[in-house]
């Protein structure tokens, strides 16, 4: 079974600053992806990024990078420069191969509120 | 270009009686997925279709729960015979037959059961 890990339950972060989301997970699959939601408070899940497993680079998306570290079965998720507008819910999620048939769902974190001050 | 679409936005309903909520995908994925998301949790697979076929259904997915894709386009979740444990936002996802997977989320459907 594939679980995901997320400790922080909200963070509080100075507007421009920096800010790491921590997630692990658990999987006995070889073969595995991760993801990165974001949830303002209208709801709708927004995708940030995504990390194969045997992508060899840290994914980026312009203000977002993910920090994955295979042996400690970590994907943190990094922004840059933090805006007012990145205030929300984010959500790590993972799924299985997607060679097998009934490992497409994806799995979630409990997420972490992030609010950006002024 | 439109993205994922639910319908309705809201639903309020008395304990019992059935609800039907519709999704319709991005119009070329052929995968379409069901969560169920509760207040302060990150959302939980229900069933997910690959064209009009439903190829996994979650233990979550109780017998007064079912979903159809009848022609591989839109799904429609049905709940029977309600329960105020069923008050939850019902979300659907689609995803391309190639790529990531990365799933595309719809806006979703709030379900108050009185």
Sequence with gaps: AQKITQTQPGMFVQEKEAVTLDCTYDTSDQSYGLFWYKQPSSGEMIFLIYQGSYDEQNATEGRYSLNFQKARKSANLVISASQLGDSAMYFCAMRGSRLIQGAQKLVFGQGTRLTINP | ?114
């Design chain 2, 1 to 114: 270009d439109t993205g994922v679409s639910q319908n309705p936005r809201h639903k309020i309903t008395k304990r019992g009686q059935n609800v039907t909520f519709r999704c319709d995908p991005i119009s070329e994925h052929n995968r379409l997925y069901w969560y169920r998301q509760t207040l302060g949790q990150g959302p939980e697979f229900l069933t997910y279709f690959q064209n009009e076929a439903q190829l996994e259904k979650s233990r979550l997915l109780s017998d007064r729960f079912s979903a159809e894709r009848p022609k591989g386009s839109f799904s429609t979740l049905e709940i029977q015979r309600t329960e105020q444990g069923d008050s939850a936002m019902y979300l659907c996802a689609s995803s391309p037959p190639v790529g990531d997977n990365e799933q595309f989320f719809g806006p979703g459907t709030r379900l108050t059961v009185l």
